[in-house]
């Protein structure tokens, strides 16, 4: 009880400072939580972009429709066990199909050229997945393939982007942190001078070094527990709101996974952890040793 006592003793004498202590220690704590779901969220994104493409191959239009079963199983053979999540052929019908449902005069025109059709309206393996890097290459060396075309550079731009944004956010947390760590041992070290005249006269009364010491950390504790409690109930609300505004901004966002029900409860221990380390950080680099060598 006597532990606790001196460890309130900083919210007694100075609360304003202790209370926005907190309060930036929240702040902070919830940027530091946001910026780590942002870079965390959009590695699947980034996996996406990366990995994830659609290949066009192009039939010969010499191939007749009954060698196409063939050009399909030596499709299948070279794609082998990726992971294949469309698979489809799309004959000339189906082609001339989708090009009337875009350009209808355009598919009147071909339509009329009759048997000849087959030689202009293109016929065509589509294939989704992730692939290798050189899976574009082996199906344009697959016999009755004259050409194959991929997504795969489609979002180069903005993959860079996005890799961009994730290796900024991560530069953010690490510095939002050591700020966090720096404000906490500074509180610290200001918290220990409040205490300066008790220290003095526990150790008049015999108390050891560990006893006089602990109060201070727990001062810091405190501080980082009720900011991690700020950051916690600031999460709940504000933060899922921000989310669902940033998931909502393209469809490629939209594939970030919510905010975790946890986290708040992760960002109190954090608050926690980080008081600690500073409060130990403080004690150990914090104000000289005047108070014992006090007679």
């Not at 994830?52 to 010969?60: L, S």
């Not at 393996?125 to 075309?149: H, M, P, W, Y």
């Not at 070094?209 to 109930?233: H, T």
Request: aromatic share 8%.
């Amino acid at each position: 009880m006597l532990l606790l006592k001196l460890a309130i003793r900083p919210w007694k004498l100075s609360p304003w400072s202790q209370i926005f202590s907190a309060l930036a220690v929240g702040i902070l704590l919830l940027l530091v939580g946001f910026l780590f779901w942002v870079q965390e969220g959009l590695r699947p994104v980034l996996m996406r972009l990366r990995y994830e493409q659609v290949i066009t191959a192009f039939i010969d239009p010499s191939v007749e429709a009954q060698d196409e079963s063939q050009i399909i199983d030596s499709i299948r053979t070279t794609l082998g066990s990726q992971a294949v999540s469309e698979f489809n052929l799309v004959n000339t019908q189906q082609s001339l199909e989708k090009i009337k449902s875009r350009y209808p005069e355009l598919g009147r025109e071909l339509e009329d050229l009759g048997a000849e059709k087959s030689q202009v309206v293109p016929r065509y393996v589509s294939i989704s997945g992730f692939f290798s890097d050189t899976t574009l290459d082996v199906i344009r060396k697959t016999q009755g393939i004259e050409s194959a075309d991929s997504s795969k550079d489609r979002f180069k731009n903005i993959l860079s982007a996005f890799s961009a944004l994730r290796f900024v956010s991560r530069l953010l947390v690490i510095g939002l942190c050591v700020a966090l760590l720096t404000g906490l041992i500074h509180l610290s070290r200001t918290n220990a001078l409040v205490h300066e005249d008790v220290v003095s006269l526990l150790r008049l009364w015999g108390a050891s070094d560990p006893f006089v010491r602990f109060p201070l950390l727990i001062s810091a504790v405190l501080v980082g527990i009720i900011g991690g409690m700020v950051a916690a109930i600031s999460w709940s609300t504000v933060g899922v709101r921000l989310s669902n505004h940033i998931r909502v901004l393209s469809p490629l966002l939209n594939e970030m996974p919510p905010l975790s029900g946890y986290f708040p409860v992760v960002l109190v221990w954090m608050g926690a952890l980080l008081g600690m380390l500073a409060g130990i950080l403080a004690l150990i680099f914090g104000p000289s040793k005047a108070s014992s060598r006090r007679p």
